[in-house]
């Protein structure tokens, strides 16, 4: 799988440079300047490169010529992103419900506990990545890297609108709380059916998830509490 070739700790140029892109900090059509983050980050050229090829890689950067940009953040991209999620989600659980091993229930349900150990701090960076780790667990017992790897790349997509759209207070709600409850739910309901090598419910819970999340983007869509670029119809059906 491909997060498994990738420099995820906190400090990295990669990591940087993600967090940067997914908070808003470098925003959708930024330029990305090699000298300048260079001397930014205190690193040589070479890591920034590398840290742009995984980003390109991820859909979050996008090449022009010679130079290196934020990748566009439209809302027109949303309901054919949202598709593609629920069709590999539902794969990659059946896939998990029929090849997983214990080792790999053992990483999934660590993952698991931490986003449910998260949720008390409704810092939504901090969960949205707890989920993204829950998720790519789960990914990564289902012994087929190609439906991992493009996996990986639409919840990478997925999780930039869902950070976009979760900043701020919006997780200071009695509304968000609750959502974050049945999310935990739905994620012990997964990891149960993924340990008991039942496929067909491993699979009815991802199209559960997804209506859950989808149902999330778009009420926080309604709300305007997301500011980017793109046409106003916030309809994701």
Same mark, same amino acid.
């Given at each position: 799988m491909s997060n498994g070739t990738k420099d995820r700790s906190g400090s990295s140029p990669y990591r940087t440079l993600r967090e940067r892109i997914l908070t808003l900090e $470098?925003? %959708?059509?930024?330029?990305?300047?090699?000298?300048?983050?260079?001397?930014?980050?205190?690193?040589?050229? +070479? %890591?920034?490169?590398?840290?742009?090829?995984? !980003?390109?890689?991820?859909? !979050?950067?996008v090449r022009e010529g010679r130079s290196a940009r934020v990748a566009p953040l439209d809302l027109d991209d949303i309901p054919p992103l949202y598709d593609a999620l629920l069709? @590999? @989600?539902?794969?990659?659980?059946?896939?998990a419900a029929e090849f997983r091993t214990e080792a790999d229930l053992q990483?999934?349900? =660590?993952?698991?506990?931490? *986003? =449910?150990?998260?949720? %008390? @701090? $409704?810092r939504g960076a901090i969960l949205s990545e707890a989920n993204f780790a829950f998720h790519l667990a789960i990914s990564a017992c289902? /012994? /087929?890297? &190609?439906?991992?790897? *493009?996996y990986e790349r639409v919840l990478i997509g997925s999780l930039r609108f869902n950070r976009?759209? *979760?900043?701020? /207070?919006? &997780?200071? +709600?009695?509304?968000?709380?609750?959502? !974050?409850?049945? +999310?935990?739910?739905?994620?012990?309901? +997964?990891?149960?059916?993924?340990? /008991?090598?039942?496929?067909?419910?491993?699979?009815? !819970?991802?199209?559960?998830?997804?209506?859950?999340?989808? @149902?999330? $983007?778009?009420k926080v869509l309604s709300m305007g509490a997301l500011s980017i670029s793109g046409k106003t119809d916030l309809s994701l059906g």
């Open positions: $470098l925003r %959708p059509g930024s330029v990305l300047d090699e000298a300048g983050l260079s001397r930014q980050l205190e690193v040589s050229r +070479t %890591p920034i490169r590398e840290a742009i090829i995984q !980003l390109i890689a991820d859909g !979050l950067v069709i @590999s @989600s539902r794969m990659i659980q059946r896939l990483v999934i349900r =660590e993952k698991m506990m931490l *986003f =449910e150990n998260a949720i %008390p @701090s $409704l289902a /012994n /087929n890297r &190609y439906f991992s790897e *493009f976009a759209c *979760f900043s701020g /207070n919006v &997780y200071a +709600t009695r509304d968000t709380k609750e959502h !974050l409850s049945v +999310t935990a739910e739905q994620h012990r309901d +997964t990891v149960r059916a993924i340990e /008991n090598g039942d496929i067909e419910e491993a699979d009815r !819970l991802a199209v559960e998830h997804h209506r859950l999340a989808r @149902s999330r $983007l778009e």
